[in-house]
């Protein structure tokens, strides 16, 4: 089954994912595209963009623009928001793949 007709469930998955590599250091949006294609997310600018500045307007990512004009790239990073969100988001993934792994 293809997970693209799963998005609803996986677009949580990326958010962690963008979490978790906001909290290792900072990144900018079209290596988070590729990074993301690697672990076999579909996922393009006009979704990704959107969710970061959604993450940046709730409080748990930040960034910075270097450059101008055409040349400029905005670079995120986790807050101290964005920590916390991950470090309970990690617990209750545990807590749910300890309930899969025991079905199987």
Do not use: C, D
């Amino acid at each position: 089954m293809r997970a693209t007709k799963h998005q609803e469930f996986l677009a949580g998955l990326i958010r962690l994912h963008v979490l978790h590599h906001a909290v290792e250091g900072e990144f900018f949006g079209n290596w988070m595209i590729e990074e993301l294609h690697e672990h076999g997310y579909k996922i393009g600018p006009g979704t990704l963009y959107p969710m970061l500045h959604a993450l940046e307007r709730k409080g748990y990512l930040k960034s910075r623009t270097e450059g101008a004009g055409r040349r400029a790239r905005r670079y995120y990073r986790t807050t101290r928001k964005g920590r916390e969100a991950l470090k309970v988001a990690i617990s209750k993934v545990r807590e749910l793949f300890n309930e899969l792994v025991k079905e199987r």
